[in-house]
């Protein structure tokens, strides 16, 4: 047999690898191999996608992580290929029928199932019936379907089969076994699951008051493949917490029956006579000792899987929005973070975030001292040359917020007054007792780094939001049920993703920033602080190189994306890779003109042709992104800065009246929704049938986090804090013919419960359900979706 070592073999599997990723992320073979070559040379992902084009094709960031996730689970798969095929042939029962179908398997499910008859197994029921000599008598069952099985069982009664009845029962245990091992019976009953089974959750008896915000699924029924992912992740999470019980099966009777009959056709039992009979009796053990639960165990898992990738991307997106957010710039910013007992933390940094002065602002209760506020901040406003004031969104905002706005009013003539801004501070608790900050500011305490944070995130979100744990920013959906592991390597991804669309100042950025560059990590990126803190300013790109532990690979990979500002190479302020220079230069001197005068003047290239510049090295793509970094050296990818006005007098959620019309900030999407901060430290939500005046599949398609809204107030719960906000302009609901609710509580026909349906158990008449069109918010919101998603503020 070949191995996995063998030249032919090795190919082989990689070009089927190939193949499939191919057909996965919609794109050639030869553009997915010529990445993985790059992927398995050492490149990163933002180095490949942004100055490797003409070597994939142009396959951009987003093509590039998901092939770099299936690369992983598909040399998993050929990895436990080679380890199946290996011990199955050391058992000697490696056949070419068997061998094919190993080698056509193309999931791990799929492999396991062709491998479990062959699997070493702890000693079984059906090992110790065929120890006792009973296979034969299932071998006399199946082949004479005339004979009474009862009557053929008497010839193999012993001393270890006392009984009649023991002899079919272990040659019923056999029956089973071959069955649940058969991969052809697995596979089919696994498909009909999938399509048929429903997810049940039923109450505990007794824990309906301690599970009050799982209510909407104390009594819920709806198909497996149809469930969305924040369903899910509610019944799995109630669950956990033994407040229902979960039950993954198809309907009770008629379900069962139809998996029933389709193991009893495997077994060929499809007439009346007792040994058919018998069969079926063996089919309806079967599925009820084994398959029934093997396969409830299996959707489960796949459920789990399926919901936490679909929360992980959740929370990437919106991750992503957030640090892409627009930067107010460079500007000298007093950031706020409000407090009442404890009082309001100032803290100035200038417009390179250095910071300059800190203050602790004691306006509320019980201290009072509104005029000491007031003079405070005049004071740093004046002395500093403040231009951005950065409130953190917390408790006592809206009150700071009302505070500067009046304390600006008091600024002396001839003083500009700064732009007040409300920033979210969600993770600035983190950053402020982490290592980081207490290397940065040992002897400041720690409330008072919070107030840096704060300031820091409005001139430059992404990077201040780089030193905090992406989990601990708070834009995510389950973040802690789903996998830590996988959900910490998507976020990283993103991140890094983010941190090389936008470019780094290699003089200004901090390690944690400069440690997301493409070909560095922490490692690196201290030591060229280090450097830099020695020796000054770097002074061009190349200079990278005198970094200790820097060498021409990690050159390679992050000089693209370092930028300096006024240094000896003008090139080295734009994302023109150095390995392009010579390129650039020509593409200068046909200009006729200094590089310096042509950097940011689009009108120089006119007439130019990129083709002309096309080399053996840099092909078209590549020549086109120089003319195009030439024309705007450095831009910045993100947006235009903008801010929310908050509603003067609405501060609290009691100040909310249906119909109110607000501007907020979105700070969270979700699949059933948007969430969206109007000023009453409590989010409110803009379910997804209310987000525009059409349907709406996915909620990302109309708003991100970090946009501005306009929005209508909708329904007002101040028990439960639950705010249900409206972006649609008519206030009317969706046309008739859309799509059902996404998010809706679902009764036990799987249709959307209405609003006030008792729950099981109660006496009186449920309303028939309805399958209605898009409506309803957050009214029809599991109780356990807000809670997991809102922000108490």
């Not at 090795?10 to 992927?39: E, M």
């Not at 500093?384 to 003539?413: D, W, Y």
């Not at 024309?631 to 501060?651: H, M, S």
């Amino acid at each position: 047999m070949s191995t996995a070592t063998d030249p032919q073999t090795t190919a082989q599997t990689n070009a089927r690898i190939s193949r499939t990723i191919a057909t996965d992320i919609a794109a050639s073979q030869s553009q997915v191999s010529a990445a993985i070559g790059l992927l398995d040379g050492g490149a990163t992902v933002p180095f490949i996608a942004r100055y490797r084009k003409e070597v994939t094709g142009g396959l951009d960031d987003t093509q590039l992580r998901l092939l770099n996730d299936r690369l992983s689970y598909l040399r998993e798969l050929e990895s436990r290929r080679v380890t199946i095929l290996k011990s199955i042939d050391e058992q000697g029962k490696l056949t070419d029928d068997l061998r094919r179908a190993i080698a056509g398997a193309e999931s791990k499910s799929t492999l396991e199932d062709i491998y479990l008859p062959y699997k070493p197994k702890r000693r079984t029921k059906a090992m110790i019936a065929r120890e006792n000599g009973l296979e034969p008598l299932l071998a006399a069952i199946k082949s004479d379907r005339s004979a009474d099985p009862e009557k053929l069982a008497v010839g193999y009664v012993t001393e270890a089969v006392p009984t009649v009845k023991d002899a079919l029962n272990g040659a019923r245990d056999i029956a089973t076994e071959d069955l649940s091992e058969s991969a052809d019976l697995l596979g089919k009953l696994r498909d009909f699951m999938r399509r048929e089974a429903r997810v049940t959750a039923k109450v505990i008896e007794g824990k309906e008051q301690a599970g009050a915000k799982f209510s909407d699924y104390f009594d819920h029924s709806e198909k497996w493949s149809e469930i969305a992912s924040h369903r899910a992740l509610a019944i799995l999470r109630a669950a956990k917490e033994e407040i229902v019980s979960m039950e993954i099966a198809p309907e009770p009777e008629e379900g069962a029956d139809r998996a029933i009959a389709m193991i009893a056709a495997y077994l060929g039992a499809g007439s009346d006579q007792p040994g058919d009979l018998w069969l079926r009796t063996v089919a309806r053990w079967a599925w009820r000792v084994k398959f029934s639960i093997s396969l409830h165990i299996d959707l489960l898992g796949e459920l789990r899987q399926r919901a936490h990738e679909d929360a992980i991307t959740v929370f990437s997106r919106n991750l992503k929005d957030l640090l892409l957010a627009a930067p107010a710039g460079a500007k000298a910013t007093l950031g706020l973070d409000p407090g009442i007992r404890t009082g309001v933390k100032a803290a100035v940094v200038d417009a390179t975030g250095k910071l300059l002065e800190t203050a602790t602002l004691y306006p509320f209760q019980p201290k009072m001292d509104l005029r000491g506020a007031e003079a405070k901040i005049i004071d740093l406003v004046t002395r500093h040359g403040v231009e951005l004031v950065a409130i953190g969104n917390g408790t006592a905002s809206r009150e700071t917020e009302k505070l500067v706005g009046e304390t600006l009013k008091l600024l002396p003539q001839g003083v500009k007054a700064p732009t007040k801004v409300v920033v979210s501070e969600a993770g600035a608790s983190v950053y402020s007792a982490s290592e980081l900050a207490a290397a940065e500011f040992p002897d400041l305490d720690v409330s008072l780094r919070g107030a840096v944070s704060i300031a820091r995130r409005l001139q430059d979100p992404l990077a201040e939001l780089v030193k905090i744990t992406p989990e601990s920013i708070g834009v995510g959906q389950y973040q802690h049920d789903v996998d830590q592991r996988r959900l910490s390597q998507a976020l990283e991804a993103v991140v890094e993703d983010a941190v090389n669309a936008v470019g780094v100042d290699l003089n200004m950025a901090s390690a944690p920033l400069l440690a997301h560059v493409a070909g560095l990590g922490p490692s690196l990126a201290q030591s060229i602080v280090t450097h830099r803190d020695s020796h000054g300013a770097f002074p061009s790109r190349k200079a990278l190189l005198k970094v200790s532990g820097l060498g021409p690979k990690a050159f390679e990979q992050c000089a693209g994306f370092l930028r300096i500002r006024d240094g000896d190479e003008p090139l080295d302020a734009s994302s023109v890779h150095p390995e392009a220079y010579d390129v650039a230069r020509k593409i200068v001197k046909a200009c006729g003109r200094d590089m310096r005068d042509i950097m940011g003047s689009p009108s120089a290239l006119k007439g130019l042709r990129p083709e002309d510049f096309v080399t053996d090295a840099f092909g078209l793509p590549t020549v086109r992104d120089i003319f195009a970094e030439l024309e705007k050296p450095g831009r910045d990818p993100r947006p235009e800065f903008k801010t929310a006005t908050f509603t003067d007098g609405v501060e609290e959620i009691k100040d909310l009246k249906p119909g109110m019309r607000l501007e907020g900030t979105v700070t969270n999407v979700a699949a059933f929704g948007a969430f969206v901060d109007i000023g009453v430290h409590q989010d409110g939500l803009v379910h997804v049938s209310q987000l525009a005046d059409r349907f709406v599949k996915d909620p990302h398609e109309v708003v991100k986090a970090g946009d501005i809204v306009s929005v209508r107030v909708t329904e007002v719960d101040i028990a439960r804090k639950r705010i249900g906000l409206s972006m649609r302009k008519d206030g009317t609901k969706p046309d008739r013919g859309e799509r059902p609710t996404q998010g809706k509580p679902q009764g036990k026909t799987g249709q959307p419960r209405k609003e006030g349906t008792p729950a099981r158990g109660s006496k009186s008449k449920p309303a028939k359900p309805r399958n209605t069109s898009q409506g309803n918010s957050t009214g029809a919101l599991g109780a356990a979706l807000m809670d997991a998603m809102k922000k108490n503020r």
